[in-house]
């Protein structure tokens, strides 16, 4: 009987459903050096791929196993769907890990088993448990998952857990697989998984939540509440179509808010211990390493890793993060590994933000020499996004007497 444990279990798939975004294939050099980053992080899981997919992940999973998932690293996953010839491949691939674990799953919605699977509900009971069973006798470590299962008929559902619990699942995965559900959907799904499926409590419940309606996070938030301790998410929230529930985010709302959250865990509101194992320092590194291979971009405005996300534009803002950084801000850079807050310059700040710029770069002004020079910069400011220290530079010497 697995107890639960008393922190967040992150389960990284950026490997897997994170490279499933399009455009973002990764080889097997860059999966690794990925893997050496998301161990570091401190992740707990690391989904290192599809064995079955393809050649380059078969090599990809195994060599992750045999470098990463050493004594004392993460455990070490691979993705199988719930067919002998993928369960098979996945123990394969990850016999050298110190801790392997295969994640099996079958669709279970209604919609899927009748266009997709052509199966029926008692072939999939039948499979679930048969194949749960068949990688129960490689690993000691299995988890399940049924696909689209915030759309299944919940009692289907529950009766597809107990079978999978019942042939030996360690983790029961619960994905929200078209990113279809509100936050309150997804408690009530857990309350009613929690209340109506026997021995749920003797395995780790997780959730897999995607970002179709911009949800993933406030999601897989949601399931945390509801005491849920494993949380599947990617770095950047890269994944299939609009990916997934983003790393950064759930452990940075976890630490940012944890007086929110340590009641859950049953702590009280002023507790200190950590929800997640996760380095956070190490998140922008991480961040920016994904970011490089997987060539796809982070959007500015992206919460916790954007490159706006620490920056400061509008005067007032720029005013009160001066006088006190807590006026605007949430969390320290530095938490993430950014050596500090930027202060953007731009049409919209303020002679407080622009003096203390122009201090920074060496420059002390008389009251005169800073009111043209900040007349200058704001008619510059007009004209151009954003304003460099090269242009803050020439501005000064253009309206000073200083060289
Ligand atoms: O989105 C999904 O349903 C998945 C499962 C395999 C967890 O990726």
Redesign the pocket.
């Known amino acids: 009987m697995a107890s639960q444990p008393d922190r967040v279990i992150i389960f990284d798939?950026t490997l897997?459903?994170g490279e499933?975004s399009p455009g973002a294939t990764l080889n097997v050099e860059e999966k690794l050096a990925i893997a050496h980053q998301l161990a570091l992080l401190g992740v707990d899981v690391i989904e290192a791929g599809f064995a079955v997919a393809s050649p380059g992940d078969f090599q990809a999973v195994k060599t992750i196993a045999e470098q990463v998932g050493i004594p004392g690293g993460p455990i070490i996953c691979s993705?199988a769907r719930a067919i002998r010839q993928d369960i098979h491949a996945a123990a394969e691939a990850l016999k050298g890990a110190a801790r392997p674990r295969i994640?099996t799953?079958i669709s279970t919605s209604d919609i899927h088993l009748k266009y997709q699977l052509k199966k029926s509900r008692s072939d999939v009971l039948a499979i679930a448990s048969e194949m749960v069973a068949y990688a129960k006798s490689f690993v000691d470590d299995v988890e399940f998952?049924p696909?689209?299962?915030s759309r299944t008929e919940p009692e289907f559902l529950y009766q597809v857990l107990e079978r999978a619990i019942a042939a030996g699942a360690t983790t029961i995965?619960i994905?929200?697989?078209?990113g279809y559900c509100t936050p309150k959907e997804i408690g009530t799904l857990i309350q009613g998984i929690r209340e109506y499926v026997p021995n749920i409590d003797g395995v780790i419940l997780s959730i897999?939540t995607?970002n179709d309606l911009g949800l993933a996070t406030a999601n897989a938030l949601a399931a945390i509440e509801y005491g849920v301790r494993q949380v599947?998410c990617t770095i950047n929230g890269i994944?299939?179509r609009a990916g997934?529930a983003a790393l950064e985010e759930i452990v940075m709302a976890l630490q940012v808010r944890k007086p929110f959250f340590n009641p859950y865990f049953g702590r009280p509101v002023d507790g200190d211990t950590p929800l997640t194992n996760i380095k956070t320092q190490e998140i922008y590194k991480t961040s920016s390493l994904v970011s490089q291979l997987t060539g796809m971009l982070i959007q500015p405005n992206k919460a916790i890793v954007g490159a706006n996300a620490f920056a400061h534009e509008s005067g007032i803002h720029q005013d009160g993060i001066i006088k006190h950084r807590q006026t605007y801000e949430i969390m320290e850079a530095a938490a993430i590994g950014l050596p500090e807050n930027r202060i953007v310059l731009g049409k919209h700040s303020g002679r407080n933000a622009f003096r203390t710029r122009l201090k920074e770069l060496g420059f002390e002004l008389n009251e005169a020499d800073l009111n043209k020079a900040f007349n200058r910069f704001k008619e510059v400011a007009d004209k151009k996004k954003e304003i460099s220290d090269w242009d803050l530079e020439a501005i000064v010497r253009d309206e000073t007497q200083i060289q």
């Open positions: 798939t897997r459903d499933q993705l994640h799953m998952s696909m689209d299962a995965n994905p929200d697989t078209v897999h995607q599947e994944g299939e997934n």
